[in-house]
Structures are given as C-alpha cells and as structure tokens.
C-alpha cells in the first residue's frame, strides 16, 4: 500500500520495484550503507541523512526492524532549512560588514579607503568592482579590482552620465536598480582587462557627510547568476559603510591642509639683527597641541631708519583651532595698528576693543617692545598687557624685572597699561617669554615648576651671551627640566645690544652698518 503523501512524493513507487529505482541516490546510498554484509546496527540508532526530493529537502531517519529490512520516515524540513540557511547568510554578512567597518575605519587615507572598498566588494560581491569619485578637472578617479586581485587606479576621460546610474550616483541620488541597466553600454574603461562579457552590473552611491562620496560598481560575468534583489540592498548597506570611511578620509585631509595653512600662518618668524639691534627667538609647542599653539612673536622693523623695530610677544588663552583664529586675528590686529606704533597704550587699547566687540570668549596677555639703536647702546619701550614682564640681563649678570604692568587684552572693556623706559648697553639683552617656561613642570620630582627665580638665575648665567645663545640655553633648560612630562607652549625672545661700532651710512643715503 501506498499512502497518499507516499504517491505524491515517490509517484515511481508501485509493488515488486526496486528501492534504487524509486528514491533519490542520496537515500538509496544511505540504504545501501546500512545494509551492507557484516554490518551491526542497534536497532535503536537513527542516524539522520538529508536530501532534496523534487525541490523540497527532506531529513530521513531510518529504523532496523526484527526481520533486517530498513523502514525510512521523511521529514520535509524544507523551511526549516530555508530559515537556517537565511540564518547562516546573514550571520557572514554581519561578519562581512563588521570586518568592512574594521578595515576602512583603520585608516584615514582617502585612496586605501577606495583601495579597500573596490576589493572587498570584487571578494565578497561581484566578479569586479569599481570606486568611481566625482571627477578632479576633466578626469574621474577610479579604482578598479578583479576577484582574487589588487586594486588599480586611473584616472578616466570619461562623462559619468555616459552611463546610466552612475551620473546619478555621484550625486547622491538612489540606485537605479540592475534590471534597468543594460550590460553591452558599459563603456570600455569600467570593464578590467580580461573580464570577457558583462552580464549584470549594479551601480549605487556611496552616502557621505552631507554629499556623496563618489560610485560603487558592480560587474559580473555573462553567464553567472545576475543579481538578486537581496544582493542589490546588501550592496547598499555595504556602499553605506564605505562612503562613510571614505567622507571621513576626504574630511580629514581637507582638515589636515587647512591646519597646515594655518601652521605656515601662524608659526613664528625666524629672526635677525635689524637696524643694528640683535633679534632672536625660539618656540616650542605645547605636547598636546603640536601643530598649532597659542603663543606667538612678531618683529615689525621700523620703515624709516632711525626709528624703532616693534616686537610683539603674546599668549591666546586656550589651544587648538579657536585659539588659533584668535592669535592670527591678534597679528593681523596689531600689524594694521603699526602706523600708531609708538603709542602702546593706544595699540593695546585698540586691541582690546577689536577683541572685546568679537564673538570670541578668549583673552590674551601681551608685551610689546619698541626697540631703537641709540649709539652703542638700544633704548627700549616696554609695555605688558597681563602678561609677565621683560627680564633685563645686564652685563655684570644682574637680572632687573622691567618696571611694567597692566591688565588683560580682549577681558574687559578697558585696558590699561603703563609702559618702561630701559636702555640696553652693548652686551646686555631684554628677555620677553611666556609662562609656559616659568610654570613648566618637571624636575627631579616630576612636579615642581621651573619659576621664575630659576629662570632668573638662569639669564643670570647668560650675561654678555649673543641673543641666539641666550635663546637656545633657555630653550634647552626649560626642555631639561620638563622631560617627557606635559607642558604648555613655549615662546622666548630676546632683544639684545650686540657689541658692535657703528659706519655712517656711504652716500648718506643708505642705511648705515654695524662692525662684528
């Protein structure tokens, strides 16, 4: 007898046929195997085996009976097994796109981010792949990757909008779906060399920050299965992660090139004797900020000779980007105030007022410093806006505290400032810092600032040194005393009257010169 689920499933099976004849190999193997001479089986065993009957899975479990023939009871699992297999793809895709993550986030370079994205996609995705991003002038950068190979890059003379999709994509508009894109327009340069015939090709855009960050290709061979819809969205979600790593790439390299602009802007100038008068400064920036710092220096040399060089010395409370802006406006500020620069207190008024006014939240402390040749000797003006004052190292190793104070620049709406007169004979030299150097912390104990009484002791070492030397011992001790401990900017310059003979100027019309 036949059951009715028997007929439907084994339509052969009648009585007197062969077992062999009537099921799939897969069971009439598992048949045989059990029946094999000489083989024990426990009565009690079942040992499942699975296969496919006309499109549906079965799982088969058999049992002995007394007589030795096999009885086999079927199972149709087959939407267990379309869950489980579900189950299992979408576990390796979870794998997969947690690895693409992994992989693109470990770098912020644009170009290995396309790198990796076109090879991932050409392993896991497709038989090739391309990274398409918007066009540099009249070319478009690819890269391209076969399956089991490395990326390659070009640049394309190519109009995106050639190709159905991919116009589209690289700005940011949704997939046209595979279906819709015929193979045989693929135009030459998105077909990798020995890639035969084109049967199916998916395009999406790869979402960035705001705009997209380019094209995702995708190419399989004629004859292979073309995509499903399924295999359309993980694509997306793939293209998703990878335009994210690579938005993020291209934002850091458009940071890092505004920040060395920035750099060039505002690190401090390298400088030198002007009109007789020696100039030397030295600079190191904070270990947590390295690229840019709050404190700065400027020399604005005199535009008629005879008249005094102005320095410029200050430190922007805060660092980073802010403070930054707000040390360049500070420059900018004090270099258009130059006409006025013999009045300090007008300068820094004006100063404060500009910054007052601004949206910024920030302060400044400030000394300037107008310094002239006076014979053999350089008269100088010295003024200091809340920040400390000049040391004046004399030529017998004392160490004098210029007589100047004031309060805060860009703080309250009123600064107030009063301004020293000191005359420098030749060997002798004004020292003008910041605190970074004094409150540097360091020394045998790792917590002890270097202060300003060391720091006078120190200049008090260096009497008849030149500026530069002066510079570099201050420079040296303070890094000495620091290590590799934390510390704030660093900015030191010292102004000094070098031991010279001064020659009238030859024709009475040219500057005049300074013997060595």
Known sequence: MRSDAADGLLPAARPGTFFSDVVPGWLSAAHDALREPGRHVDAKADTPVWGAISERSFEAHSSMQGDGSVVWWLIDDTDHRLVREALRMERERTEFLAKTSNLLLASLNLERCMDVTAQLAAEYLADAALVVVPSRGQRLPVVSCLRGGSPVRSQESADPDDVPGLGEALRGFPPVPSRWIDPAVAPDWMVPDDFGPVGSIVITPLPGHGVAAGALVLLRRS????????????????????????????????????????MRELLPPSLHQISGVDFSGGYRPSEDHER??????????????????????????GKGL??????????????????????????????????????????????????????????????????????????????????????????IPEARARTAAVTLAPGESCVLYTDGITEAKGGPLGGTEF??????????????????????????????????????????????APRTQHLSAVNGHTRGRYTA
Not at 292 to 317: K, M, N, T
Not at 362 to 390: D, I
Not at 456 to 480: F, K, N, T, W, Y
Request: hydrophobic fraction near 45%; charged fraction near 20%.
């Open 451 to 496: 202060g300003e009484e060391r720091l006078q002791r120190v200049l008090a070492e260096c009497a008849g040194m030149p500026s530069e030397g002066i510079v570099e011992r201050i420079q040296m001790l303070a890094s000495q005393w620091v290590g590799k401990g934390r510390h704030d900017d660093m900015a030191v310059v010292v102004i000094s």
């Open 223 to 262: 004859g292979t299965a073309a995509f499903t819809d399924g295999e359309e969205v993980f694509a997306r979600l793939f293209a998703t992660r990878a335009g994210a790593a690579m938005s993020a790439a291209r934002l850091y390299a458009e940071q890092t090139s505004i920040t060395e602009v920035l």
């Open 292 to 317: 840019i710092g709050g404190d700065f220096y400027d020399v604005h040399p005199a535009a008629v000779e005879g008249e005094a060089s102005l320095v410029a010395l200050g430190d922007v409370c």
């Open 322 to 411: 802010e403070a930054a802006v707000l040390t360049g406006k500070i420059r900018n500020t004090l270099h258009a105030l130059l006409p006025m620069a013999d009045d300090h207190q007008q300068m820094i008024s004006l100063l404060n007022t500009a910054l007052v006014n601004s949206h910024h939240t920030r302060f400044a402390t400030l000394v300037l410093a107008s310094a002239v040749r006076e014979g053999s000797g350089v008269n100088l003006r010295l003024t200091s806006a809340g920040h400390p004052p000049p040391l004046i190292i004399r030529t017998n190793g004392e160490v004098e505290e210029a007589a100047t104070r004031g309060t805060l620049v860009g703080a």
